[in-house]
């Protein structure tokens, strides 16, 4: 019998190891997988090169007016198979990731029309199923019905080592674990106290903390829950 298809949102703190687990997720399952977290950083870094940041503060009237000529999308590494993001397609997958698109992203996520921009987006892109998302409102704003909803928790210290890693093993040698540390639980309260859809765990959402947890362990855990979910379609 056709398993019938069904929306899968992951929500949770940044560095939570959400996005690799809703990757391997969705490459075992054969469903599309997007990186909602990789469009906030996009859009943060078109204001970046067009210098519409300053200090905390984003110039929201060119911004607002930027919008609708901000095309994000995703393609796929022909070689390696890895989700591309492009801007104005242009592959921006690498600088997305930097410390300066970092900083300055939570600011950028929490501007209202910014949110409503993408929201309706991440909506059409979800609008036949058979989809994996994650984020920080997914299970909460963008797909309220969804049929599967986690929650991924992790202490702030472990997500920070786990970047810091990250960050070491890609050649960057002069930020500090403490750095990250600091910039995660910045994050943290950005993400929990904005006025425009912050991060909370939607009440029909399955919690799952990974801090102990391998790689293995929560790829098998997510897929067994998946699994029990099909099951009861
Ligand atoms: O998951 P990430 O660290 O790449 O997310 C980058 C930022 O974007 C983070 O500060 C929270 C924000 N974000 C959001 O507000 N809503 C989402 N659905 C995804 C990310």
Redesign the pocket.
Known sequence: MEKKLITIAI?GF??SG??TMAKVLAKNIGYAYI???????AV?LYCLNNNLIDGDTVDTQALEKAMPTIAITFSVDPTTGASLTMLNGVNVEQE??DMRV?GK??I???IPFV?RA??EQ?QKMGQSKGIVM?????GTV?FPNAEMKVYVDASAETRAQRRFDELKAKGDTSTTYEEVLENVKY?DH??QT?EE?P?RKADDAITLDNSTMTRDEQNQWLLDLYNSIVAQQ
Do not use: C, E, P
């Open positions: 929500d940044s560095s959400k996005s990186d909602t977290g990789a469009m906030y950083r943060t997305i990731r970092s992203v939570s950028v996520a929490a949110r993408l929201v991440q994650d984020g920080r409102d997914i963008v994050r950005l993400d904005r859809s991060l």
